[in-house]
């Protein structure tokens, strides 16, 4: 059995690793079963890159299928503009940059990397308010971080008690099931 895991629930795992479980549970349904409103704004944002309509230009990449065979990963970027080298991924609101949307940027990275594109500038991308939040691409210490991640969503058991952030919790979509 394949164990290559979504890079779109890496950002999950790290809000809650249980969650992940849940999604698997839900992914069959109609999303307007399980989706937030906050969801639902979000997905319509991000429509122009997923149907490859944010950009006539050649030079970039958008909605594109990247994979990883060294970390078993898989998934799609948002944009890359292979002229500049610049990835970025979008996210409807940008409050805060969670360990999360690095985790999930410097997946894309890694995979664009090893699928041989030059990637040297990486970024978060706030639709809602225009704003970029440019990032270091991974260094050495980044890629043990991320690795150490990967180890994390591997080797998590869903039938073990989960910790809770009440935060967390009262903002999740599947919090009716965990109660």
Known sequence: MQDFIQISKINDFIF????IYLHG??????EKTYHSSYQTRGKIKHESVDTSKYSTSKDILQ???????K????????TFDAEK?????R?????MIYDGY?????AQYFCLTEMGYDVREIALYSISD??????????????????AVLARIRDFDPRMPASKNPQKCEKCIYNNLCN
């Open 16 to 19: 809650c690793p249980f969650s």
């Open 25 to 30: 549970i839900y992914e069959n349904f109609s």
């Open 63 to 69: 909605g594109t299928e990247i994979y990883s065979e």
């Open 71 to 78: 970390y078993r990963l898989t998934g799609k970027i948002d």
């Open 85 to 89: 080298g610049r990835l970025v991924e």
């Open 91 to 95: 996210k409807n609101k940008i409050a």
């Open 102 to 106: 690095r985790y999930q940027l410097w």
């Open 130 to 147: 225009n704003k970029s939040y440019p990032l270091p691409v991974p260094d050495k210490a980044a890629r043990e971080e991320f690795e």
